[in-house]
C-alpha cells in the first residue's frame, strides 16, 4: 500500500508559477510509476505528466510542454510538479496518482492504483 499526500497548490496570478509536491509512504516508492493530473470543475479528471520508475519515460500533455515539468526524488519518496507560466484554465484539483506495474498507456486514470487527495490551483486572470 501507498499512500500519497499531495500539497504546494494555491492562488497565483496569471504568468506565475507553482511547485506541487506529492509526498508518498509505504512501500519501496522507486518501484513506482507516477503521474500528476488534474480536474477543474464540471469537467473528467485528465491526465499531465507521468514519469516511469526508473525515470527514462516522461509524457506531458502537448499543451503542457515546455510550462510544466515532472520530477522525482526517489531518497525522499517525492515527486514533483514544477509549473510555469500558468493559465487561468489550468485552475483545477490536481491529483498525484502511482502504481507498482509497468503501465501500457501511462495517460489513463485506470493505470494507477493509488491516489492522493488532490491540491487546489486557481490561477487568476
Known amino acids: 500500500q501507498v499512500q500519497l499526500v499531495e500539497s504546494g497548490g494555491g492562488l497565483v496570478q496569471a504568468g506565475g508559477s507553482l511547485r506541487l509536491i506529492c509526498a508518498a509512504s509505504?512501500?519501496?516508492?522507486?518501484?513506482?510509476?507516477v503521474a500528476w493530473f488534474r480536474q477543474a470543475p464540471g469537467k473528467e479528471r485528465e491526465f499531465v505528466a507521468a514519469?516511469?520508475?526508473?525515470?527514462?519515460?516522461?509524457y506531458y500533455v502537448d499543451s503542457m510542454k515546455g510550462r510544466f515539468t515532472i520530477s522525482r526524488d526517489n531518497a525522499k519518496n517525492t515527486v514533483y510538479l514544477q509549473m510555469n507560466s500558468l493559465k487561468p484554465e489550468d485552475t483545477a484539483v490536481y491529483y498525484c496518482?502511482?502504481?507498482?506495474?509497468?503501465?501500457?498507456?501511462?495517460?489513463?486514470?485506470?493505470?494507477?492504483?493509488?491516489w492522493g487527495q488532490g491540491t487546489q490551483v486557481t490561477v487568476s486572470s
Open positions: 514519469l516511469s520508475a526508473n525515470g527514462r519515460t516522461i
Open positions: 509505504g512501500r519501496t516508492f522507486s518501484n513506482y510509476a
Open positions: 496518482a502511482a502504481t507498482g506495474r509497468t503501465p501500457s498507456n501511462y495517460q489513463t486514470r485506470g493505470a494507477y492504483d493509488y
